[in-house]
């Protein structure tokens, strides 16, 4: 069974800093990998989604990767706002062919102003 | 990107009772999910939803407590039935669109 663990738990940075989230999956078998933010209260807004054969994703201010091999992904936020906090989800399909998808933990990201 | 409307955003019920979630998505898809976010944790998937066919569980969810309807390419709706306290949670619908998924707002649902 696909597990999906996200390091840090929660992180505080002072804006303008760069920062790294970090997704681990147990299953390489993945066809794609979607990152969301979710705010306080709220549903989920896709950031990015990569696919199998693409190594990285860029959407404004955020970088996204991808090694299947290794089973991890990351996600990069340049010069950090206030607005970014938020917690990010990492999800991978549950399984081979599967489109519903197997959510991480979450990293919750506060940006001091 | 899909857009999806979900109703209502909160609901506070009563032990016992039953509520029905909506979920309006502004163009069609094959597939749309329901969701569950316990408090604290992060989502886990209930059913996916198919229009014309019968729901698919995940394990350690039945149709008795969910009941989902899938009448169109554009709806559905997730039932809470008999509910408890330990029902609480947010109940989010998603639609797959070009791989991507898109989510509703979420329905934040307290029992008492």
């Known amino acids: 069974k696909q597990e999906v663990t996200q390091i840090p738990a929660a992180l505080s940075v002072p804006e303008g800093e760069n920062l790294v989230l970090n997704c681990s999956f147990t299953?390489?078998?993945?066809?794609?990998l979607q990152w969301f933010r979710q705010d306080p209260g709220k549903g989920l807004t896709s950031l990015l989604l990569?696919?199998?054969?693409?190594r990285e994703q860029t959407s404004g201010r955020l970088n996204a990767s991808l090694d299947k091999s290794s089973g991890r992904s990351t996600l990069y936020i340049a010069a950090s706002q206030p607005g970014d906090s938020a917690t990010y989800l990492c999800?991978?399909?549950?399984?081979?062919?599967?489109?519903?998808?197997?959510f991480g933990t979450g990293t919750r990201l506060t940006v001091i102003p | 990107s899909a857009v999806i409307s979900q109703k209502p955003s909160r609901d506070i019920c009563q032990r016992g009772t039953s509520l029905t979630i909506q979920c309006q998505v502004d163009?069609?898809?094959?597939?749309m999910f329901w969701y569950r976010q316990q408090p604290g944790q992060s989502l886990t998937l209930i059913a996916t939803?198919?229009?014309?066919?019968?729901?698919?569980?995940e394990s350690g969810f039945v149709i008795d407590k969910f009941p989902i309807s899938r009448p169109n390419l554009t709806f559905s709706t997730l039932t809470v039935s008999n509910m408890s306290p330990e029902d609480s949670s947010i109940y989010l619908c998603?639609?797959?669109?070009?791989?991507?998924?898109?989510f509703g707002a979420g329905t934040r649902l307290s029992v008492l």
């Open positions: 998603s639609a797959l669109q070009l791989g991507s998924q898109y």
């Open positions: 299953d390489s078998a993945i066809y794609n």
């Open positions: 990569i696919q199998s054969s693409q």
């Open positions: 999800a991978v399909p549950s399984g081979t062919g599967a489109n519903n998808l197997f």
């Open positions: 163009s069609q898809v094959t597939m």
């Open positions: 939803a198919n229009q014309g066919s019968e729901a698919t569980y």
